[in-house]
């Protein structure tokens, strides 16, 4: 049996990789096929807590550039991201790993209220942990979540699944030359506005040495192979 890399982790799922190619709402063949891919994790011992996004269903940004007051608009895609946060952990529990979802917005009827000790508690009665509703405020992404999550539950990596293998110096679906960096610091990403995610949460990692890495989540196996150090991807952590 292959051996874990790292202990605890917090995988970042986009609400768009959980829509596949229609686009919108929730494709149930590729939340199978995560949940497979996270009980192969599980079976080697790595703590999984799960960040998942909500784009698939609603984006906060897109209905205030309709004229949607901001904060409204992304309190309606926090209650997205609990959507996708229970269809998740249904998958699960369907492939026998033992779940909690945790919401930064009360809804007691069927979540748990984030707690940061009861968090950690379930992790290591190697429970999977989904948080959902993002950070509970506005104008916060559920990338600053992943972040602000992982250094309260003192996550050894953030994995951020993407559709593309990594990250590029330009966007690869438009740009068939894009180059892949197999690897960058945290102030190449700032500076260079890469977009491996937004600015507060790559500094969020930065200040708190919490290494990213960015893979194709298309790719079957690749949590996996992320988490017993396989060399996939692109790895962002500090310059040392």
Known sequence: ???????????KLSGEALAGEQGFGINQ???????KQV???HKIGVQVAIVVGGGNIWRGIAGSAKGMDRATADYMGMLATVMNALALQDALEEQEVDTRVQTAIEM??????YIRRKAIRHLEKNRVVIFASGTGNPYFSTDTASALRAAEIEADVILMAKKVDGVFDSDPVKNPDAVMYKELSYLDVLNK???VMDSTAASLCMDNNIPIIVFNLEQNGNIFRACIGEKIGTIVGSDE
């Open 108 to 113: 007691r009827q069927v979540a748990e209220p």
């Open 39 to 41: 009980k192969d994790v």
């Open 1 to 11: 049996m292959s051996e874990a890399k790292f202990n605890r982790i917090i995988l």
């Open 193 to 195: 506005g890469l977009g």
């Open 29 to 35: 063949d590729i939340i199978n096929n995560i949940a």
